[in-house]
């Protein structure tokens, strides 16, 4: 019971720093910033918007991508580590699973954002075409989501019992909340099977729907024909980027986390020494889809792929490109191959150039392509002929960003980011091993 107590003391929800406080308002300011620019396209429509007749999607779908390929890491690698029963996973299990929830979220919001009216949205149920990708996409998210919530839930239930307990009588009101969220938990023996079983089919669940999705999205861009997405590569191609922006997200939020709420002691440079593989390995395995995505094309294109390849490696873009590619994958991975690269503030700033690169390396994906067209582009006004995101694009991408940082640090301010029951088991396995040796 002791070291229940202490492990509710070091990894249970605490009241905000001042540091804390100004971060919580930062988000809220831009995502009221960014809401604002929201009303005002409600009102004047898309104009204000730089997206025109042939760069029609821009950020906001770039953003949505984004998004998609952050909550994969979240639920697929966790779950694939739970059927396993690593157990050097169990502190940053949870962390996962929030950033997850954050990004799937987000997501679906931002698909709406796109369509210039939420109210279109009941277009894609009431006009739904099977034969449509998009129409897969509106089944699929709703349905990652919901199982998205339950992988973060259903293991939450002992900690949200065990936190009933410690609030009981210094904050009644709070013990009411955890005690109704954790279903009556006590710990019996029927429970603890029944919930293993659940979590197990969860997980089993989660990694089709999750594949499924990422690729769907995918096929989203690769079934129009479009020059530079007509490949059947793009589905593990968008599958690999999916576990590069998503492990370094982890790793990011995790460092943050650790050091905040100095969980040096539970999060250890073991800990990031095993991310930091698992980045390396994610990162090289999505730089062999670049080289089978651009190199092999360059040498067997045709005339219009000539061109979209020719304003990647030298054109307009790049200079952002190339960037992207060597800033965001290579010197990341190949920094990674080092144990003094694997270090936790090391492991930080790469985790942060991955992140960067891979929003980037959506917004390259999707722009180029859409200003190139299969007619000439002509007869129009100039600035159709490039694409910029304006102000209002940029302030309610940023908002959607700040929401999704803000769901998860309203999240890791009242769960514990470290399951305490689970950590309290293993303390007891190594002590009775310990005790046998």
Known sequence: MAAIETLVKDLGPKKFSLRGKIWTVLLVAVIVAGIIAYIDQLIQGQQVTNMRDYALWGIYISNFVF???????????????????????????????????????????TIMIDMARPDRLLNLFVHARLQSPITWDVIIIPTY?????????????????????????????????????????????????????????????????GLLLQTVDAWLFSTTYRVGWDSTNFAPYFISGAFV????????????????????????????????KFLALACFIYIYFNINEYLIPAFTSKKAESIHLETLFSGDYAFPFWLVTIVGLIIPAL??????????????????????????????????TLLHPFLPIQGVPESWRTYFPSLHEWLITGATLAMALLIITFLVRHLPVIPIQRTADEQKDDKLKTAEV
């Open 245 to 276: 922006a998503g492990v370094g997200s982890l790793v990011a939020v995790i460092y943050v986390v650790r050091k905040v709420k100095r969980l040096e002691h539970y999060i250890t440079e073991y800990h990031f020494d095993k991310m930091g």
């Open 335 to 368: 920094i990674l191959l080092f144990k003094a690269g694997r270090k936790p503030k090391t492991m930080f700033v790469l985790s942060l150039l991955v992140v960067l690169g891979s929003w980037w390396k959506r917004y390259i994906i999707v722009t180029p």
């Open 67 to 109: 998004f998609v390929a952050t909550s994969f890491v979240g639920s697929v690698t966790v779950a694939i580590l739970r059927l396993t029963k690593n157990s050097w996973r169990t502190p940053f299990v949870r962390i996962a699973e929030i950033i997850a929830v954050a990004s799937i979220i987000m997501a679906g919001i």
């Open 145 to 209: 989501i919901v199982i998205s919530l339950l992988l973060l839930y259903f293991p939450l239930l002992p900690d949200l019992a065990i936190l009933k307990n410690h609030f009981k009588k210094t904050k009644p009101k709070l013990s009411k909340i955890y005690g109704r969220l954790s279903l009556n938990w006590s710990g019996s023996t029927i429970q603890k099977k029944l919930q293993s079983r659940a979590i197990h089919i969860i997980c089993i669940l989660i990694i089709p729907v």
